[in-house]
């Protein structure tokens, strides 16, 4: 009995580590990431987003056979990756 929990203190500081880990660095970058793919997915025709290369635009054209839209800026009609637009600058926009 003892060596088993000689064995478990051990490794305890490891244990630690590894918790801390996950609820500080691993669960918010895999929570922002289930964000991210939401937004992609629920973006429609007449939004205004902002991409993360900083271009602002509003969508004009989705497509959902490659994942693409078609944003309208001042400049004319550029296609993006849905990836591409930025979740955090677009909901400030929106405020």
Do not use: W
């Not at 500080?24 to 964000?35: D, E, G, S, T």
């Not at 271009?55 to 550029?78: M, Q, R, S, W, Y």
């Amino acid at each position: 009995m003892e060596n088993i929990l000689g064995t478990i203190g051990q490794f305890s500081p490891y244990i630690l580590m590894f918790v801390v880990l996950y609820f500080f660095f691993l669960r918010p970058q895999i929570k922002r990431q289930k964000q991210e793919a939401n937004f992609a997915k629920e973006i429609k025709k007449g939004d205004k987003v902002i991409t993360k290369s900083g271009i602002h635009g509003k969508i004009v054209e989705l497509n959902d056979t490659d994942n693409t839209c078609v944003i309208e800026t001042g400049a004319g009609k550029i296609k993006f990756e849905r990836s591409a637009l930025s979740l955090e600058l677009s909901t400030k926009l929106k405020k």
